[in-house]
């Protein structure tokens, strides 16, 4: 099993760019889809983007659409959620979450129990 680790949270300004970064602790990502999810004070969690194994397809939640992009660099082990023009209401702690994938274009639909194994999360807060 892969655990993943998110890193690249902090405090962000509205209409700035933050770079979040999943890696799995001890393992590869090979083999895996991976997601963003995030979660607001008071709210449930919510999906943000996802990407196959193979990082040629991807999945973006409506709010977040033409302003995140989710990649991954399988040579590094690493998938990125770049973060661009900021708003307050993204501010959340960020999930980065893993399931292995049957075919290197799956995509997992945008759902909680589509994923295996989750990380602690990131801390992303947008001042205004």
């Known amino acids: 099993q892969v655990q993943p680790v998110e890193s690249g949270g902090g405090l962000g300004q509205a209409g700035g760019s933050l770079r979040l970064s999943c890696a799995p602790s001890?393992?590869?990502?090979?083999?895996?889809?991976v997601g963003w999810f995030r979660q607001a004070p008071g709210k449930e969690r919510e999906f943000v983007a996802t990407i196959s194994w193979s990082g040629g397809s991807a999945n973006y939640a409506d709010s977040v659409k033409d302003r995140f992009t989710i990649s991954r660099d399988n040579a590094k082990n690493t998938v990125y959620l770049r973060m661009n023009n900021l708003k307050p209401e993204d501010t959340a702690v960020y999930y980065c979450a893993a399931v292995w994938s049957t075919y290197s274009a799956y995509v997992p639909r945008p759902l909680q129990n589509e994923y295996r194994y989750w990380g602690q999360g990131t801390q992303v807060t947008v001042s205004s």
């Open positions: 001890g393992r590869t990502f090979s083999g895996y889809a």
